[in-house]
């Protein structure tokens, strides 16, 4: 079950009421320092760049990929341990906007975690330590530590060796 907060809307659909949610000018800033993030190729500047002007917890060694896409609205709700690699165009959300509602979720991935290019990472998901995420997964539910999913939705293929 993903732990996320669910949050009503009236009138038109909530993608539409985007700005009474989150500022412009954070989703701005945000989206700015993500694009400059995902074309970086030098992870400590990445690194950097997220902790210090997206207030993103991301732990030491941590590697993201070239493209790795970062929620641009709440980007402080990603947490990343240590020594963990995000693949290639992986996806990392925190919000959901719906017809009725929006929801957001905070996202923790464990330290030594393996997420595979192509992921999708959906909001209020736990990634225990040590899992690995396969290759093109959309993660759905928490996954726990030592596990290894794949698919869409992401479901257990084994247990990784301890």
């Known amino acids: 079950?993903?732990?996320?907060?669910?949050?009503?809307?009236?009138?038109?659909?909530?993608?539409?009421?985007?700005?009474?949610?989150?500022?412009?000018?954070?989703?701005?800033?945000?989206?700015?320092?993500?694009?400059?993030?995902?074309?970086?190729?030098?992870?400590?500047?990445?690194?950097?760049?997220?902790?210090?002007?997206?207030?993103?917890?991301?732990?030491?060694?941590?590697?993201?990929?070239?493209?790795?896409?970062?929620?641009?609205?709440?980007?402080?709700?990603?947490?990343?341990?240590?020594?963990?690699?995000?693949?290639?165009?992986?996806?990392?959300l925190c919000h959901e906007y719906l017809i009725d509602e929006y929801r957001l979720g905070d996202v923790y991935i464990g330290s030594n975690v393996m997420i595979g290019a192509n992921s999708l990472i959906l909001p209020g998901v736990t990634i225990g330590d040590h899992a690995v995420v396969g290759a093109g997964s959309v993660v759905t539910q928490d996954v726990p530590p030592y596990a290894f999913v794949a698919g869409n939705p992401a479901k257990l293929i084994r247990m990784v060796n301890k």
Do not use: C
């Open 1 to 92: 079950m993903r732990k996320t907060k669910r949050y009503p809307v009236k009138e038109s659909n909530s993608l539409w009421q985007v700005y009474d949610t989150v500022s412009f000018w954070k989703v701005m800033k945000s989206f700015i320092i993500i694009t400059i993030g995902r074309f970086t190729p030098w992870l400590p500047a990445k690194n950097w760049l997220y902790r210090t002007f997206l207030h993103m917890e991301i732990g030491e060694k941590t590697a993201i990929a070239l493209m790795v896409m970062m929620d641009t609205m709440f980007p402080e709700k990603i947490h990343i341990g240590d020594n963990t690699i995000i693949g290639y165009n992986t996806t990392i």
